[in-house]
């Protein structure tokens, strides 16, 4: 098994996939198993930059929309997910992406929460050169 973190999303009996996982699924079905979306290209849907970050947030902190490409045989609902772009690195509506493992999205200590309450890492988007 490995030790490599997943951007996990869920797949369910109907065959869609959606992200973030749910217990139920678009059409009501239920979950059947995971896709980890962290090998995957998406494309820029939209992004804009956030100037006003919550405490511990990077400013500017430039977030995207992107959709998943999920191969020529998914026919399910687009599987679109929001998240940062790695810092220093523009996109554009239409970029291709792809994930990038974070260990830490925000500043644990400057929150309200305990550091130890929550998770700090995730994916980030990296536009492909």
Request: proline share 11%; net charge negative.
């Amino acid at each position: 098994m490995s030790d490599d973190p997943v951007f996990e999303a869920a797949e369910y009996a109907s065959g869609a996939v959606s992200y973030p996982p749910h217990p139920v699924g678009p059409e009501g079905t239920e979950r059947v198993g995971t896709v980890d979306l962290s090998d995957r290209e998406a494309t820029v849907i939209t992004w804009t930059e956030s100037t006003a970050t919550p405490p511990g947030v990077r400013q500017p902190n430039t977030l995207a929309i992107v959709e998943f490409e999920m191969g020529d045989d998914y026919d399910g609902p687009p599987v679109r997910a929001l998240g940062q772009v790695v810092e220093g690195e523009g996109v554009e509506i239409g970029d291709a992406v792809t994930p990038t493992y974070a260990e830490e999205l925000r500043e644990p200590g400057a929150g309200i929460r305990e550091p130890a309450s929550q998770d700090w890492d995730g994916f980030r988007f990296e536009p492909v050169e």
